[in-house]
């Protein structure tokens, strides 16, 4: 069984800064990207920013200059530094990883538990 298990989030004023964590356990062969989302009330899903196996970032332009993405491949763990938090970053946030299984497998998407990050204004 993989597992992803989030922590962190909560209530902060805006300008504020929150830390999610997002560890994956269970059989697993190797990560390759990994990724937070976020999904506000009556919204869609929205990707807000992604690491590959290497490395590499990207995020929504909403979050540019605010939000860190970053892995410790070790711990199988992703994590989104959120700085300058403002209102409308108020949302559920879920972690994504494409996870490997086994040596000649294919990676499939798994999803953390959400959490929920309110920012006040």
């Known amino acids: 069984q993989v597992q992803l298990v989030q922590s962190g989030g909560g209530l902060v004023q805006a300008g504020g800064s929150l830390r999610l964590s997002c560890a994956a356990s269970?059989?697993?062969?190797?990560?390759?990207?990994m990724a937070w989302y976020r999904q506000a009330p009556g919204k869609q899903r929205e990707l807000v920013a992604l690491?590959?196996?290497?490395?590499?970032?990207n995020y929504a332009e909403s979050v540019k200059g605010r939000f860190t993405i970053s892995r410790d491949n070790a711990k199988k763990t992703v994590y989104l530094q959120m700085n300058s938090l403002k209102p409308e970053d108020t949302a559920d946030y879920y972690c994504?990883?494409?996870?490997?299984?086994?040596?000649?497998?294919?990676?499939?998407?798994?999803w953390g538990q959400g959490t929920q990050v309110t920012v006040s204004s």
């Open positions: 269970g059989s697993i062969f190797s990560i390759n990207t």
């Open positions: 690491i590959t196996s290497g490395g590499s970032t």
């Open positions: 994504n990883a494409d996870i490997v299984k086994c040596r000649f497998c294919s990676g499939e998407a798994f």
